[in-house]
């Protein structure tokens, strides 16, 4: 179990009534598309949520940033292939986030889970699209941001953008 915000949660599953179904990503920007297309339809666990693509920062470039009603900030980095590299950008944005996931197809997610010691030193979670699902097979560890200033930063430019709102 994890805290987000006044928020316990212990599973991020979407469930699409049974049904499994696999799809293929040509591009990186389809993943992120359906990744933030399950993020507005409200269902998963994180609540209600605003988001925004590609938030520029010194150390990088986060895929997704997600913002909820306390301005806890969840960055999602994602990969087609590469979880090492994923991995390494996820720890980056745990600098300004409170929480920290990398989201990659499930094989490669599998892959991932296999160095599952990686993902808990650095405190990031690991995420995979399955058709209209999201799986979280490790939950990242929340924690208090070491830059605050850039998680305002983050949380600015999201509720400016208004990317998005979810609510469950």
């Not at 998963?44 to 150390?59: A, H, N, V």
């Not at 979880?83 to 094989?107: D, G, R």
Request: aromatic residues 8%.
């Amino acid at each position: 179990m994890v805290s987000f915000g006044n928020k316990q949660i212990t599973s991020l599953t979407r469930l699409n009534q049974g049904q499994k179904t696999t799809h293929q990503y040509p591009l990186e920007e389809h993943m992120v598309n359906q990744f933030c297309s399950i993020l507005v339809s409200g269902a998963t666990g994180w609540g209600k949520l605003e988001i925004t693509r590609e938030f520029d920062y010194s150390g990088g470039r986060t895929d997704i940033i997600a913002v909820n009603d306390n301005d806890h900030v969840i960055a999602f980095e994602v990969k087609r292939f590469d979880w090492h590299k994923a991995l390494l950008q996820a720890y980056k944005n745990t600098s300004f986030a409170h929480c920290s996931y990398v989201v990659l197809p499930e094989v490669i997610a599998r892959r991932a889970q296999l160095r599952i010691g990686e993902f808990k030193r650095r405190s990031v979670g690991i995420c995979y699209l399955q058709g209209s699902n999201i799986h979280v097979i490790h939950l990242a560890i929340c924690q208090k941001p070491i830059q605050p200033w850039l998680s305002r930063a983050a949380v600015l430019q999201t509720r400016e953008k208004d990317g998005g709102t979810v609510e469950e």
